[in-house]
């Protein structure tokens, strides 16, 4: 069965301080892996995109890393700010599905709270 | 913002009313979707519409009615609800749903519906 898991479910985190947030998948065959931001009372907002043969990509402070083999992809941020403070959700692009698309799967995301 | 606009952004409604949630994008996509995001769960893919022609339906309870009068434009009509569907309803657009990695969705604020 296609799942994405994301750990831990939620995290809380001095300003300043790094942090990373993990996300396991069993997608198979699998397109891309996307992480999103979402903060509260807002839609989710495109973070970073890796595709299967890309293993890091970084936006900012935020550094997704991609290991295709194991299937687990981490979010590392780095000096934490206040405007952190969001779910992180992690979305994998499934290959397999029978409608000619590309069909999506989402974590249930990591709730960060960055405390000053 | 995102380009996805969404009306109303909290909504009360009784088992009986009957209701619409509107979206709109100004993103000129030609895929739009209806997602419901409730606590601790991942997002949940309701509807999909590509160029006005639904393309996917996940097996949701026909007391939610969509309604895609052109590309810009996506509806939620909503009656006899109950108060397990209050959740946070999403609306999402995209350039289109063919096949291939590059699709990135662009989410609304989302409308806070609680039935009681």
């Known amino acids: 069965k296609n799942q994405v898991e994301q750990s831990p479910q939620s995290l809380i985190i001095l300003e300043g301080k790094n942090c990373t947030l993990q996300?396991?998948?069993?997608?198979?065959?699998?397109?891309?892996l996307r992480w999103y931001k979402q903060d509260t009372g807002r839609g989710p907002v495109s973070l970073t995109i890796m595709t299967f043969s890309e293993n890091t990509k970084s936006n900012g402070r935020y550094t997704a890393t991609l290991d295709a083999d194991t299937k687990q992809s981490s979010l590392h941020i780095t000096a934490s700010q206040l405007s952190d403070s969001a779910s992180y959700i992690c979305?994998?692009?499934?290959?397999?599905?029978?409608?000619?698309?590309?069909?999506?799967?989402f974590g249930a995301g990591t709730r960060l709270a960055v405390h000053p | 913002e995102t380009g996805v606009t969404q009306t109303p952004r909290h909504l009360v409604m009784g088992m009986t009313n009957k209701k619409s949630l509107k979206c709109e994008q100004h993103?000129?996509?030609?895929?739009m979707y209806w997602y419901k995001q409730s606590a601790k769960k991942p997002l949940e893919l309701m509807f999909v519409?590509?160029?006005?022609?639904?393309?996917e339906n996940n097996s949701v309870p026909s007391r939610f009615s969509p309604e895609c009068p052109n590309s810009s434009h996506l509806f939620l009509h909503l009656h006899t609800l109950q108060p397990e569907d209050s959740a946070l309803y999403l609306c999402a657009s995209s350039q289109d749903r063919a096949s291939g990695s590059g699709e990135t969705q662009y989410f609304g604020p989302g409308t806070r519906l609680l039935v009681l």
């Open positions: 996300c396991n998948y069993t997608v198979s065959p699998f397109s891309n």
């Open positions: 519409y590509n160029f006005k022609e639904q393309t």
């Open positions: 993103l000129g996509h030609n895929a």
């Open positions: 979305v994998v692009s499934w290959k397999g599905f029978s409608g000619g698309y590309n069909k999506l799967i």
